[in-house]
């Protein structure tokens, strides 16, 4: 079965430090690549998605992502992380074959900024 | 205004009685996902739909059931088979991206 792996589970970081979280899928077809943040209290936010071209994407707020096909890796990357940035983070991968569309998320990993 | 609704935004049920959540979306989208969020374990894919009149199980189906009648609308019932049903239940909708609704948060009591 597809699955999705963020092995960082909680990150804690100062303000203006670097910012990599690891995303990695199993899965050897089609994939859409996607990550979302959930601030406290509020819901799933889309950060940046990759379908296909070049695989450094830019979204929003200044994150960025790579997309390694060799490695099935999609890291999430940000140079200066704010302490608004505190939130929770969501890999996701949308795995196609065929017909048949399927999106799993990894089991997030929650961001802490220290001021 | 167009997108997902769930309704209600918060439930409460007691042991033993089913209740079901409601998903209606006007995007057109011909596939529909029910995930359920717990802390520390992301988002878990319960059913999902690809077409009217039919729906797969996804990794944790057991106590939950749905139906897909309409293409707009893909209903969630929460068993009482299902024994930790206190969650965060978010649907979505979607063709090569998701589209997620504001969530219910369900309370058993």
């Known amino acids: 079965a597809q699955s999705v792996s963020q092995h960082n589970h909680h990150v804690i970081l100062s303000e203006a430090a670097s910012l990599e979280l690891g995303c990695n899928y199993s899965?050897?077809?089609?994939?859409?690549l996607f990550w979302y943040v959930q601030y406290p209290g509020q819901h799933l936010q889309l950060l940046l998605k990759?379908?296909?071209?070049?695989?450094l994407v830019k979204g929003i707020k200044g994150f960025e992502a790579e997309f390694i096909k060799s490695k099935f890796s999609f890291n999430l990357r940000k140079p200066s992380v704010q302490w608004s940035d505190t939130a929770e983070y969501f890999c996701?991968?949308?795995?196609?074959?065929?017909?048949?569309?399927?999106?799993?998320f990894g089991s997030g990993t929650q961001l802490t900024v220290l001021p | 205004d167009g997108g997902i609704t769930q309704s209600p935004k918060y439930l409460f049920r007691k042991e033993g009685q089913n209740v079901t959540l409601s998903c209606e979306q006007n995007?057109?989208?011909?596939?529909m996902y029910w995930y359920r969020q717990d802390p520390g374990q992301g988002l878990r894919l319960i059913y999902y739909?690809?077409?009217?009149?039919?729906?797969q199980k996804g990794d944790i189906a057991e106590g939950y059931s749905v139906s897909r009648e309409k293409k707009e609308s893909f209903p969630l019932t929460v068993t009482s088979a299902q024994k930790n049903p206190t969650a965060f239940y978010l649907c979505?909708?979607?063709?090569?991206?998701?589209?997620f609704g504001q969530g219910t948060r369900l309370t058993v009591v």
């Open positions: 996701a991968v949308w795995f196609s074959s065929g017909s048949a569309r399927q999106l799993t």
């Open positions: 899965y050897g077809g089609t994939v859409n």
């Open positions: 990759y379908f296909s071209g070049d695989p």
């Open positions: 995007l057109n989208h011909d596939a």
């Open positions: 739909s690809q077409i009217v009149n039919d729906f």
């Open positions: 979505a909708a979607g063709g090569t991206e998701a589209f």
